[in-house]
């Protein structure tokens, strides 16, 4: 049972993550300072310390933060058993790309090595482990259980998401490849 103090705690830390993605979407990940992100929030810098150890520890919560919500972003997924593997896959690949896109830095914090020296903690990392369980799971519906056609696929599927968000972000050049991604990947699969 949580207190009120730990529901203001909460806030506080979520009022701060949704300061640092704005910072984020403004300045580039690189780009959140602890003074701007205290001013941002109505605080000082030393004041962030008692929710956050650390710049390290702000990227942890977000990269934490993106996971769930990626999560959660698979949650209306349509079961393969129900479509089959070729419409699941193309409603999975576009609600990740879809997602990639919604929020540049979120993609970048989560799919790029975009910040030097920072890497996620154990607990956040196994918010990233947890979907890539999902997708395993997800793709063995669809027939695809080895492990070179899962890395083929968050390879071709990661890199529409890149030239999505670097090349039209808001748009949907490369979403509208999803159908013939689906059916490369599916024919190569099968045929080997």
């Known amino acids: 049972m949580t207190t009120r103090i730990d529901r203001r705690r909460a806030a506080t830390r979520n009022e701060i993550l949704d300061a640092a993605w704005d910072l984020a979407a403004a300045e580039g990940l690189a780009g959140i300072a602890m003074r701007p992100l ?14 956050f150890p650390s710049k390290d520890a702000i990227y942890d919560a977000m990269f934490a933060e993106g996971n769930r919500e990626l ?5 209306a997924l349509p079961d393969p058993a129900d479509v089959g593997a070729r419409e699941a896959l193309i409603a ?6 879809e ?6 830095p979120r993609f970048t914090l989560m799919f790029q090595r975009s ?16 979907n890539l369980r999902r997708l395993d799971a997800f793709l063995e519906c ?8 899962r890395d083929l696929w968050t390879a071709i599927v990661t890199g529409l998401a890149s030239q999505q968000v670097t090349n039209d972000p ?8 999803i159908d013939e991604t689906v059916d490369m990947f599916l024919a190569a699969r099968v045929a080997t």
Request: proline share 5%.
């Open 71 to 75: 999560a959660e972003s698979y949650v």
């Open 38 to 51: 205290a001013s941002a929030v109505g605080m000082q810098a030393p004041s962030l310390y008692e929710y």
């Open 170 to 177: 808001g748009g949907d050049r490369w979403l509208t490849l």
């Open 142 to 149: 669809c027939g695809i259980t080895d492990m070179r056609s």
């Open 99 to 104: 997602f990639c896109n919604e929020n540049e």
């Open 115 to 130: 910040i030097p020296g920072w890497r996620p903690s154990d607990d956040a990392y196994q918010e990233a482990v947890d």
């Open 92 to 97: 999975s690949t576009r609600a990740f790309i």
